[in-house]
T-cell receptor, first 116, second 114 residues
Framework: GAVVSQHPSWVICKSGTSVKIECRSL??????MFWYRQFPKQSLMLMAT?????????EQGVEKDKFLINHASLTLSTLTVTSAHPEDSSFYIC????????????FGPGTRLTVL | AQSVTQLDSQVPVFEEAPVELRCNYS??????LFWYVQYPNQGLQLLLK??????LVESINGFEAEFNKSQTSFHLRKPSVHISDTAEYFC????????????FGSGTRLLVRP
């Protein structure tokens, strides 16, 4: 149980385009989802926290208009990287927390974004 | 605020040798503690966690960690490592507040050599 999926697993796009990444909790209801960014050989940096049905809370330094987060249902959150640039190339990982597992997050497999 | 320190960026060790990956944390409130493992180009997998109770926690694949409140540490140990244990290991804490945020250490790469 407690499986989180991400789609796509990797994506290559041109500079200036937008990319949407989906995060789904497959077998539980995710009351909270988190989006992280990981640069090569570095740790995970929390970008934002989203609760179902409400606006995401962004960490300091994360551009809200560039990284659009939507948490429309208890099983789906999306991260849209708008007007992507090469410096946005990174590994994006989501995690989800459910009511019964309130103190534990379950992680998706990650999405590798490469912006040319 | 919370912070997590993993002093060793890389730990090389021979197969079947014991290993310890160090983790120290700082927090003004009580925390839950976690160890995650990440294999190349994959997400994170929970290795073990301390929520309450016995300060020694174990995983199904032979790892263990001990919560030491006085030293604010949560070191990860394994008595005999395998080649397949080669991966990145992250220590993390969640404050016992309503944020449920995970604060990660910088990670330690365990490199097991034959």
């Amino acid at each position: 149980g407690a499986v989180v999926s991400q789609h796509p697993s990797w994506v290559i796009c041109k500079s200036g385009t937008s990319v949407k990444i989906e995060c789904r909790s497959l077998d539980f209801q995710a009351t909270t989802m988190f989006w992280y960014r990981q640069f090569p050989k570095q740790s995970l940096m929390l970008m934002a926290t989203s609760n179902e049905g409400s606006k995401a809370t962004y960490e300091q330094g994360v551009e809200k208009d560039k990284f659009l987060i939507n948490h429309a249902s208890l099983t789906l959150s999306t991260l849209t990287v708008t007007s992507a640039h090469p410096e946005d190339s990174s590994f994006y990982i989501c995690s989800a927390r459910g009511r019964q597992t309130y103190n534990e997050q379950f992680f998706g497999p990650g999405t590798r974004l490469t912006v040319l | 605020a919370q912070s997590v320190t993993q002093l060793d960026s890389q730990v090389p060790v021979f197969e079947e040798a014991p290993v310890e990956l160090r983790c120290n944390y700082s927090s003004s409130v009580s925390v839950y503690l976690f160890w995650y493992v990440q294999y190349p180009n994959q997400g994170l997998q929970l290795l073990l966690k301390y929520l309450s109770g016995s300060t020694l926690v174990e995983s199904i694949n032979g790892f263990e960690a001990e919560f030491n409140k006085s030293q604010t540490s949560f070191h990860l140990r394994k008595p005999s490592v395998h080649i397949s244990d080669t991966a990145e290991y992250f220590c993390a804490v969640t404050p016992m507040d309503s944020s449920y945020k995970l604060i990660f250490g910088s990670g330690t790469r365990l490199l097991v050599r034959p």
